[in-house]
């Protein structure tokens, strides 16, 4: 295992990060907390510590398995939770990302996590009742109190994270750094805007749902079983089809598996990207982990990258076009390599200054 920065921080992370939504069997799948707990041994034992839960995964389980778990070693975790959706039902209160729910939510997930602060607490998503300025100020407060070292968000559209981390900065409260996003060969929508927003704010992209809901495993090609609508996104259709195709051909010429091949793509992308594991069986946690050995070579990436390629629409599609570039970089832009966004070679020449 490797590790890197978390965004703008100083803290380091393992280039995978443990996802605990399947830690507990509350929700009628998922793992029992035996073995919810030998998965996270592993995971340490290939070098893993960045372990990522939420105080509504499985009732409040998997905080609790973690907590559990950590016992007697939770300093050499970075963890994080996540606060935000609703905890008490007909309890409008205990939804959302105002001050109060911020601070009883986060009291309860200490409890069940049996520590005195996270290193991360993570926005779980947009809440539009509630103004920004008591947002970013009330997370300040619970690093101010130590009982949160960094601060990140999840779901959120990149121009709001952009005014949060402005206005943050600006009154010199605690600033976003890292952002949770779905994100995956058959979801790269989030290159319109969402990830170079993350690069020029310096915030670390956790990827969640990596694999496609197992789409990018390969196992449903072809079957009724693919056509994937959970959270309101769609997996399906021909296209879908023949990027995992794709996938699983360039798997079976490196001798690795459709699903080693997805994450090392996305440790491939610019930036920091920090893919979460999720795994309900240690053997599919054990072959996911063996993704860290993955390397790419160029001609792999370049079909990986060009066969799932987004739509990412304007003023993207207008500034692409070569008379439009020379217009703003002028006509010798072929020239110029912005090696500060440039994590491999460029795919081709738009890439550049793309």
Do not use: C
């Not at 999720?278 to 072959?287: P, R």
């Amino acid at each position: 295992m490797r590790y890197t920065l978390l965004g703008r921080s100083g803290i380091r992370v393992s280039e995978f990060a443990l996802g605990t939504m399947t830690f507990g069997e509350d929700w009628g799948w998922g793992a029992a907390p035996e073995t919810s707990a030998r998965l996270l041994d592993i995971y340490a034992d290939a070098g893993g510590n960045f372990i990522d839960t939420a105080n509504v995964y499985t009732g409040g389980s998997s905080e609790s398995i973690v907590g559990r778990a950590l016992k007697g070693r939770r300093d050499r975790f970075v963890l994080s939770t996540k606060y935000t959706a609703q905890t008490v039902p007909g309890d409008l209160n205990t939804a959302g990302n105002h001050r109060k729910n911020l601070v009883t939510s986060l009291e309860a997930s200490l409890r069940r996590l049996n520590t005195d602060h996270v290193d991360v607490l993570w926005v779980h998503a947009r809440d539009t009742l509630t103004p920004l300025p008591e947002l970013m100020r009330a997370l300040d407060d619970q690093v101010r109190a130590g009982k949160v070292l960094h601060v990140g968000v999840s779901d959120w559209s990149a121009w709001e994270i952009a005014q949060a981390n402005t206005l943050a900065e600006l009154r010199g409260w605690s600033p976003f750094v890292g952002v949770q996003l779905r994100y995956n060969l058959l979801a790269r929508s989030v290159e319109s805007e969402l990830t170079p927003m993350a690069q020029a704010h310096d915030l670390a992209v956790v990827a969640w749902g990596p694999l496609a809901e197992g789409r990018l495993t390969g196992k449903y090609l072809g079957g009724s079983e693919g056509r994937l609508t959970r959270g309101g996104w769609d997996f399906s259709g021909e296209r879908g089809d023949h990027i995992v195709r794709e996938v699983v051909a360039v798997a079976d010429a490196g001798g690795w598996t459709p699903a080693q091949v997805a994450f090392a793509w996305l440790r491939s992308r610019p930036g920091t990207v920090v893919p979460l594991l999720g795994a309900t069986s240690e053997e599919q946690l054990t072959t996911n982990l063996a993704a860290v050995d993955v390397v790419l070579d160029d001609d792999a990436l370049s079909r990986l990258d060009e066969i799932s390629m987004p739509e990412l629409g304007f003023p993207h599609d207008v500034m692409a076009g070569e008379d439009m570039i020379g217009l703003v970089y002028g006509d010798r832009w072929r020239q110029v390599v912005d090696r500060r966004r440039a994590s491999r070679r460029p795919v081709n020449d738009n890439e550049k200054l793309a």
